[in-house]
């Protein structure tokens, strides 16, 4: 009979980090799905919308800022988090990572156990990495739209995407990307609760997951 504890895997600053970070990707999907296809036009309605548009924008800017700060303290966390937070405990360049990768995608193939890591497995923490990369992109596209004569993001805008046509075109595909992202996340998170044992969906609140106990 396998026995089981509790271990404090995920710090405050991570479970921080998680909640502003969902919460401001689904303020932005609704706003800026909004700005991209309003569903009014106002005065060519006859209709006063008491400057929809304009509020609109000014929340879908300050998730943006939200996005932005939960985004810094993610790579923070990558360097100088605990050992399950540190991008160091599930690159697959280590060699036990590897073998892990390999456990994992057969676990999703039905073919294989579920098998605990305590963190990320190397799948799931490669796509977090490729995220953290998207979602930098995605900022500094959109502070290149917001500040396209302020000087530093001017400069780094052009330098990036040239014109601030592809800037937008890039930050609206980045939009769908991450509309995919996040329904396959909360699908595999069921998914690993469902046939994992570690509590994966309390572990996001509680910080801690169940791991077999050594003997």
Same mark, same amino acid.
Not at 158 to 178: D, K, P
């Given at each position: 009979?396998?026995?089981?504890?509790?271990?404090?895997? !995920?710090?405050? &600053?991570?479970?921080?980090?998680?909640?502003?970070?969902?919460?401001?990707?689904?303020?932005?999907?609704?706003?800026?799905? *909004?700005?991209? %296809?309003?569903?009014?036009?106002?005065?060519?309605?006859?209709?006063?919308?008491?400057? &929809?548009?304009? +509020?609109? /924008?000014?929340?879908?800017?300050? $998730?943006?800022?939200?996005?932005? $700060?939960?985004? @810094?303290?993610?790579?923070?966390?990558? #360097?100088?988090? %605990?050992? *399950?937070?540190?991008?160091?405990?599930?690159?697959?360049? /280590?060699?036990?990572?590897?073998?892990? @990768?390999?456990?994992?995608? +057969?676990?999703?193939?039905?073919?294989?156990?579920?098998?605990?890591?305590?963190?990320?497995?190397?799948? $799931?923490?490669?796509?977090?990495?490729?995220?953290?990369?998207?979602?930098?992109?995605?900022?500094?596209?959109?502070?290149?739209?917001? *500040?396209?004569?302020?000087?530093? !993001?001017?400069?780094?805008?052009?330098?990036?995407?040239?014109?601030?046509?592809?800037?937008? &075109?890039?930050?609206?595909?980045? #939009? !769908?990307?991450?509309?995919?992202?996040?329904?396959?996340?909360?699908?595999?998170?069921? !998914? %690993?609760?469902?046939?994992?044992?570690?509590?994966?969906?309390?572990?996001? #609140?509680?910080? +801690?997951?169940? @791991?077999?106990? +050594?003997?």
């Amino acid at each position: 009979m396998i026995t089981y504890k509790r271990v404090k895997i !995920w710090g405050v &600053l991570l479970r921080i980090f998680h909640w502003v970070f969902a919460l401001s990707i689904f303020i932005l999907f609704v706003t800026g799905y *909004y700005i991209h %296809n309003p569903f009014t036009l106002g005065p060519w309605e006859g209709v006063p919308t008491n400057f &929809l548009m304009a +509020k609109i /924008r000014y929340i879908h800017f300050l $998730a943006g800022y939200f996005f932005l $700060a939960a985004l @810094l303290l993610r790579l923070y966390l990558l #360097f100088f988090g %605990n050992q *399950y937070e540190r991008f160091t405990d599930f690159i697959i360049l /280590r060699p036990r990572n590897i073998l892990r @990768l390999f456990h994992t995608v +057969k676990a999703y193939l039905y073919i294989g156990p579920h098998k605990s890591y305590g963190g990320h497995n190397p799948l $799931a923490g490669t796509v977090y990495l490729l995220v953290i990369l998207m979602s930098i992109f995605m900022a500094v596209s959109g502070l290149y739209m917001l *500040y396209p004569e302020g000087g530093f !993001w001017q400069s780094i805008g052009i330098f990036l995407f040239g014109t601030q046509e592809v800037a937008r &075109l890039f930050h609206y595909l980045l #939009f !769908w990307i991450y509309l995919v992202f996040v329904m396959v996340h909360i699908y595999l998170v069921i !998914w %690993n609760d469902i046939f994992g044992t570690e509590g994966i969906i309390s572990g996001i #609140f509680s910080g +801690k997951k169940f @791991l077999p106990a +050594k003997d």
